[in-house]
């Protein structure tokens, strides 16, 4: 079934590019004359992950990683599966992982601790968006682009059931068909 309207919008792609831009300028100067390795969560933060690494503008190389809490719905189910793993080793070197989006911290916190294990020389967590509302494990979150309310959202690379990701702002999806 096709949309007659577009999903309501909750950051528009204006205020996500300036975000990014900042998010970049302040890894820039974090991690300047230091060689850095991306790694982002697929499928959701390929495309945050992408533009931020053009606004970082050091050299970096990127890798990523893909792990299972959600399926096709819109809870995640807690338990979390790595199913895809970086390629490259990480030991000694300085990480930031990027995430789409910190809900209730069970997948970042999991992801984290299997990256601390490798011994890298640093590890930061760069995400685009949090719900703090949702939280039940606590995440240090080093670059946040955007709080945001405890809403099911898409676009800029999230999805519902793999549909979405190209829209070029964060929407509310309102469990309308697709």
């Not at 990480?95 to 999991?110: H, K, N």
């Not at 703090?132 to 606590?138: D, K, Y």
Request: some cysteine; hydrophobic content about 40%; charged content about 25%.
């Amino acid at each position: 079934m096709k949309r007659s309207r577009p999903l309501p919008a909750l950051i528009l792609e204006r205020r996500l590019r300036a975000r990014v831009r900042a998010l970049g300028r302040t890894i820039r100067r974090d991690y300047q004359g230091q060689p850095l390795v991306l790694v982002g969560v697929l499928k959701g933060a390929f495309v945050f992950m992408a533009d931020l690494a053009r606004e970082i503008g050091l050299p970096l190389t990127c890798d990523f990683l893909r792990v299972s809490s959600y399926g096709s719905g819109t809870e995640t189910s807690g338990n979390v599966r790595l199913e895809f793993d970086v390629t490259q080793p990480v030991r000694g070197k300085h990480v930031l992982l990027v995430e789409d989006i910190v809900d209730t911290g069970l997948t970042a916190s999991a992801i984290l601790e299997t990256l601390r294990s490798r011994k890298p020389a640093s590890l930061r967590l760069c995400a685009l968006l949090r719900k703090p509302a949702r939280s039940r494990v606590s995440v240090r979150v080093d670059y946040l682009g955007f709080d945001i309310p405890d809403r099911f959202v898409v676009g800029y690379g999230l999805d519902y059931a793999g549909l979405y990701r190209n829209l070029p702002y964060v929407g509310v999806w309102d469990g309308e068909a697709k």
